[in-house]
Every structure is written in structure tokens, then in C-alpha cells.
């Protein structure tokens, strides 16, 4: 008698997006963002050539202050490369059309894995860990909301799968993103982040820090080797040592991390 199993699921790649703010919102413009939301996205996907894929995406759902939705993964590459700009773009020409309303700001996770068409399953947590993370929160408070509207974490599967197998398009480099260990909760795997324009040699280190302590989050590489130019220098006063089976870079003074 031959073994029975079951099949695993078809790879879905992962798009999630949250609205900075969203609670101090009256009830009106939480109803106005709402629907801004997919709107913004099926705009800045249609710029990206992903229209398409959209169109035939799974389990999406708004998720009240935001929307998640599953692709094939062969639109991987232009969701890394074009689809962050375009989505800045669209809210730019947003806050142009509505001067007079608080401008709107979008963190972005993409992941992929096997998901069934409900989506339930690990990649979708993990997605939405990704989207909880610190650090990404941290960026778009920081920042003027009229000049960044858009912070963007891809998972590291998806970092390895778009860059390594040379798909990626345009003038997307991998050096646009920046490696961070994401901590949620008991959720702790490596990422990167990424704002569309932005050149991370110029980046405050401390933006990656919750607090003082040796509990600040170190920059990782979780992928062995990577491409030079994805690497931020460290700055002044900030060193960087590599350790454990996964090369793992962190922060002078703080102890060394092994993923396993």
C-alpha cells in the first residue's frame, strides 16, 4: 500500500499594508483611508505591472486599517523593485489632491510560503509580524509624513529569492534595503528594510536601537554571504564584528547572536 500524504500548498507571495496613526483618526476618515487603501494599491501595482497578478490575488482583505492580500510569487521582483516607489508616488499625488488632510503614511511587509486560499497558516503571521516590527514603526514616526510616506520590510526569503536569482528589474539594488533582526513578540527572524529613495549610507544608526541596553537590535545578514553594496557602513563610534554559523553582523558591545 503507498504512502499517503498531503500536498503542500502553493507558494503565495505575501503583500500586507498598515496605515500609520489610523486609531487618531475620526470615524469618517477611518472610513475615507479604508477605502483609500486598496484603491492606492491597485494604482501603484498597475504602475508596477503587476495588474494582472492582482487581479487574480487570494485572500484579500481589508484588515481595518489596512489590506493584505496573496499573489503568485512571479511578481516577487517588481514588488521589490517598482511597486514601493510607485506606491510613494500614489501617495504623493494623494496629499497634492487633499492638501489639507493629514498625510498618509503605508508600512509595507512582503513575505512568501505555502498558504491554502484561505490564508491561514505561518507566512501570513509572519507577514504580519513583520509589519508589527519596531523599527519600521520607527521610521515613519520619525520622518516629515509629507517627504516619507512609505516604509517597506521584506521577509528574508524573499530578500534571498528575488536578489540571488538575479530577477530583479530597473535600478533596484540590493543595497536599497538594510538588514535588521526583527523581534515580535517570541517572533524573532531576520529582514530587511527599505524606503523607496532613500540612500542608507546616510542613515542614524540609533533609528535600529529600543533603548541603550545590549537588548538593541543588532543589523544581521541571516543569508551567509551578500552583495557588497548591500552592507551599511557603520558610523562613526559604531563597529561591526561577524559570528556564528550565519555570519551574523551585530553592533560593538553587543553580544553575539546565533541564528539557528
Known amino acids: ?8 500548498w502553493p507558494y503565495r507571495a505575501v503583500l500586507a499594508v498598515d496605515a500609520r496613526n489610523f486609531g487618531t483618526l475620526t470615524s469618517r476618515d477611518m472610513q475615507r483611508v479604508n477605502v483609500d487603501i486598496p484603491q492606492l494599491l491597485a494604482q501603484a501595482l498597475s504602475t508596477s ?16 486599517d489596512g489590506y493584505v492580500a496573496g499573489v503568485e510569487p512571479e511578481a516577487l521582483p517588481a514588488l521589490v523593485a517598482y511597486f514601493p516607489g510607485a506606491l510613494r508616488d ?7 489632491e487633499r492638501p489639507h ?3 498618509l503614511q503605508l508600512r509595507v511587509s512582503i ?13 501570513m503571521v509572519h507577514t504580519h509580524r513583520l509589519l508589527d516590527d519596531e523599527a519600521l514603526r520607527e ?10 510616506s512609505t516604509a517597506v520590510i521584506i521577509s528574508q526569503r524573499v530578500y534571498e529569492d528575488v536578489f540571488q536569482s538575479g530577477c530583479i528589474g530597473g535600478d533596484a539594488l540590493a543595497g536599497q534595503f538594510v538588514p535588521h533582526l526583527v523581534k515580535v513578540k517570541t517572533f524573532q527572524r531576520p529582514a530587511w528594510l527599505h524606503i523607496p529613495g532613500f540612500d542608507w549610507r546616510l542613515a542614524d544608526p ?19 554571504e551578500r552583495p557588497p553594496q548591500s552592507a551599511p557602513p557603520g558610523s562613526a563610534g559604531v563597529a561591526f ?18 541564528i539557528r
Open 1 to 8: 500500500m503507498l504512502p499517503s500524504w498531503e500536498p503542500l
Open 49 to 64: 505591472n503587476v495588474s494582472a497578478h492582482w487581479e487574480r490575488r487570494v485572500f484579500g482583505q481589508h484588515t481595518g
Open 90 to 96: 500614489e501617495l504623493a499625488n494623494r496629499r497634492a
Open 101 to 103: 488632510e493629514t498625510p
Open 111 to 123: 513575505h512568501v510560503g505555502p498558504l491554502p486560499a484561505s490564508g491561514l497558516g505561518e507566512p
Open 139 to 148: 521610521l515613519l514616526a520619525r520622518a516629515n509624513p509629507a517627504i516619507t
Open 206 to 224: 540609533a533609528v535600529f536601537e529600543r533603548g541603550n541596553g545590549p537588548e538593541s537590535d543588532p543589523l544581521i545578514d541571516g543569508a551567509g
Open 241 to 258: 564584528t561577524q559570528s556564528g554559523r550565519k555570519n551574523v553582523q551585530v553592533r560593538g558591545g553587543i553580544e553575539r547572536l546565533e
